[in-house]
């Protein structure tokens, strides 16, 4: 029990459901329509595709990501979140709490750090023509990689 109110301790993003969606992410793709339980201010200033996952939505201008059929074979869809990661974020952010599910994203979240120590270690600081799909895929998961 112990290791799981650590886990929400330690859960802090860099960015808010609100500024990844004005920076670009996911394509400009994650839901089809603007979801009604979601404040309509975070979608805005969003940068939306109205047809399939573009690049040129993206901040980085790349697409970064796995397929959603990866996203099931591989267990990351909850039935409460059906749309994944950052659905379940969006909830989270508004205050809603699920225990279990709630460690194991935060646990997904933390494994992102990976990729952080790549691209400080392979790029210099500021260059964020270096490493754009890691880049991209921190953002994603609300780390704000524009800083490395």
């Not at 609100?18 to 979608?43: A, R, T």
């Not at 990729?115 to 998961?141: E, S």
Request: with cysteine.
């Amino acid at each position: 029990m112990a290791e799981n109110n650590q886990n929400k301790l330690d859960f802090q993003p860099e960015l808010n459901p609100k500024q990844m969606l004005d920076l670009g992410v996911f394509g400009g793709k994650y839901f089809d329509d603007i979801p009604k339980e979601f404040p309509y201010d975070w979608f805005k200033e969003a940068r939306l595709s109205k047809s399939s996952p573009d690049p040129k939505f993206n901040y980085f201008e790349v697409l970064a990501g796995q397929p959603y059929e990866v996203w099931i074979k591989k267990g990351w869809i909850n039935e409460a979140d059906p749309l994944g990661w950052f659905q379940w974020y969006c909830r989270y952010y508004q205050g809603r709490r699920l225990g279990s599910e709630d460690n194991r994203q935060i646990k997904r979240w933390k494994a992102m750090k990976r990729h952080i120590a790549q691209v400080t270690k392979n790029c210099h600081t500021g260059d964020t023509t270096c490493r754009r799909k890691q880049r991209q895929a921190l953002l994603q998961w609300a780390y704000d990689s524009r800083k490395l």
